[in-house]
């Protein structure tokens, strides 16, 4: 799973890929809910998306993740995790994602 976020000039999280990579980003909800739990979770890319696809979402209890591949280098694009919980709280957080050929 990768974690090298860094804080990007927009104040959003922002993580540089290869257009030829395919990993894993997750989204640890822990703090935010408390005794709740993550009941659905779904993620987008922002349009236009530079070529970047989200496949293969998944959560827990407390984590939701999800798979990028793909993108167009030198582009920038936002991905968002949108949750509900089991108490019917709904909440997102997003990130930016650096294309850049490595």
Do not use: C, H
Not at 6 to 35: E, F, N, V
Not at 46 to 73: E, I, V, Y
């Amino acid at each position: 799973m990768v974690s090298a976020f860094t804080l990007g000039k927009d104040g959003l999280p922002r993580i540089d890929k290869d257009p030829a990579a395919a990993l894993d980003y997750a989204i640890d909800w822990t703090d935010w809910l408390g005794a709740d739990v993550i009941a659905a979770s779904v993620w987008t890319v922002a349009t236009p998306a530079g070529g970047l696809t989200a496949a293969s979402p998944s959560f827990t209890n407390t984590t939701a993740k999800t798979w990028l591949s793909g993108g167009t280098a030198g582009q920038v694009v936002r991905v968002t995790n949108r949750i509900t919980t089991g108490l019917g709280r709904i909440d997102e957080r997003s990130f930016n994602v650096r294309l850049v050929e490595r």
